[in-house]
Every structure is written in structure tokens, then in C-alpha cells.
């Protein structure tokens, strides 16, 4: 019975942890953009998208990451989460779009041309956002 109790155990961890929905860091001059298939050379500017099936697409600019939506190469209803770098973290952790803060600039020079920045608190955005003399977005505004 012992033996079984264990089985069970080990086979419910290994599900619980190969189904982490969360997001995997993007890592420079390794991994490649989904759609531009340009390696990635700024972190700042990375997006990634989550699906249902937990497969996951990393993005060197977040005009990349929405042309890549535009294609239809993955459903609407199989993307789980979007998550942007904080442009203003060192680590450029990945925070999620529901939440994050965005400012459009043209003097942002984002690899791609998308120009915009993500932040997750209102200090960092307003802060970048006079340097920068940037304009807020909202995401919806970005997918149309």
C-alpha cells in the first residue's frame, strides 16, 4: 500500500509542475522571436504568450508578439496569458499584460519598431514616461 501512496505522489507532482502555466524568463543572444525569428538582443522589449496547452512563444518586441496574434497561427481562445518585460526591472521579469502599464514612444528604439515599454507600477512609468516623452497605451489599443 506504501509503494502505491508513493506512485500516486510522484505521478500528481509531475503533472502539477509540467502543467506551469507561468511564464519562462527570455534570455539574450539565446532564444529566438516566434515570429521575426531574430534572436532576442534586448529583454526589455521581450513578450511571450502562454497557451492553454502551455506551449509558449517568446517575442523580442511586443509589434512582433501582436503581429504574430494578427497571423492567427493560434487561437484567440488558446492563448491563456500574455506577459511584457518590465522595462524598468535590471531582471526584466516578465509581467503580466492585465496588469502591466505601457507607454508608446518613438524615442524607446524597441528592436522591432513597436516602441512600447511595459512597467508594473505607476512611479516607473511615470518616470520613463517624461524621459522618454511617451504616451500611455492600453493594450486594447494595441490589438486592434
Excluded: R
Amino acid at each position: 500500500m506504501q509503494f502505491v501512496k508513493k506512485v500516486f505522489i510522484i505521478i500528481t507532482t509531475f503533472f502539477l509542475f509540467s502543467c506551469n502555466s507561468q511564464p519562462e524568463p527570455i534570455v539574450v543572444g539565446k532564444d529566438q522571436c516566434s515570429f521575426c525569428k531574430m534572436m532576442v538582443s534586448d529583454a526589455k522589449f521581450g513578450s511571450e504568450i502562454v497557451t492553454t496547452k502551455n506551449k509558449k512563444y517568446k517575442f523580442d518586441d511586443m509589434h512582433c508578439m501582436l503581429s504574430f496574434l494578427k497571423t492567427k497561427m493560434i487561437e484567440e481562445n488558446e492563448v491563456q496569458d500574455v506577459y511584457v518585460a518590465n522595462f524598468s526591472s535590471n531582471s526584466h521579469q516578465l509581467i503580466n499584460i492585465k496588469t502591466a502599464l505601457l507607454l508608446q514612444s518613438n524615442l524607446l528604439k524597441s528592436p522591432m519598431g513597436g516602441n512600447v515599454a511595459a512597467f508594473e507600477t505607476e512611479p516607473e512609468m511615470n518616470k520613463i514616461k517624461e524621459e522618454y516623452k511617451a504616451t500611455v497605451v492600453s493594450w486594447s489599443q494595441l490589438v486592434k
